[in-house]
């Protein structure tokens, strides 16, 4: 029915390199149905959540409107990566390692803005505590992002001796 001799086109099919781009393999394997099914168990039931806190109404809190929408977050974020191939997992979370910026402003915000009535230093020192983990991610991020670019440069010859 389908010829794959057609789509080689006359390339080296014994080269490796060559072969997966042709005919790429799944390097996590086939989905469990286990997993498919909580995932689609997950959406449905945080959709629906979702869209009825969302109404509000005054029904639910605005704490747990909020701690509804970080649970969702981590949802979100757990599939995203690890809907990632391999290849790029290492590129992409340098990336947000380094948009973890976002989180310095509100650290700095905590540690410079009076956020309570009282005089209560425990906002300050949870937001040196996160400004401090975030600089640690930011610059962590850029030093993977350099040392992974570093190993596709070309390396220098060594220097024949005359002699």
Same mark, same amino acid.
């Given at each position: ?47 629906? +959540? ?18 509804? /929408?970080?649970? *969702?977050?981590?949802?979100?974020? =757990? =599939?995203?990566?690890? %809907? ?5 997992? +290492?590129?992409?979370? %340098?990336? +947000?390692?380094? *948009?973890?910026?976002?989180? /310095? ?14 005089? %209560? %230093?425990?906002?300050? *020192? ?9 600089? /640690?991610? *930011?610059?962590?991020?850029?030093? /993977? ?6 190993? =596709? ?11």
């Amino acid at each position: 029915m389908f010829d794959r001799s057609a789509t080689t086109a006359g390339n080296d099919m014994s080269n490796e390199t060559v072969r997966r781009a042709f005919h790429p393999t799944s390097s996590r394997g086939p989905v469990s149905m286990k997993r498919a099914f909580l995932s689609a168990l997950a959406a449905a039931l945080l959709l629906p +959540t979702a869209a009825f806190a969302s109404e509000g109404g005054g029904l639910v809190s605005p704490s747990v409107y909020e701690f509804m /929408v970080f649970v *969702i977050a981590v949802f979100v974020g =757990y =599939y995203v990566v690890w %809907s990632v191939t391999p290849a790029l997992h +290492t590129p992409l979370m %340098s990336v +947000t390692n380094a *948009i973890s910026s976002v989180i /310095v402003v509100g650290a700095l915000l905590a540690v410079g803005v009076s956020l309570t009535t009282s005089d %209560s %230093s425990v906002a300050k *020192i949870f937001g040196f505590l996160a400004l401090t983990m975030a600089s /640690v991610n *930011i610059f962590g991020g850029f030093l /993977v992002t350099n040392r992974m670019l570093s190993m =596709y440069k070309k390396k220098d010859a060594p220097a024949k001796k005359n002699g």
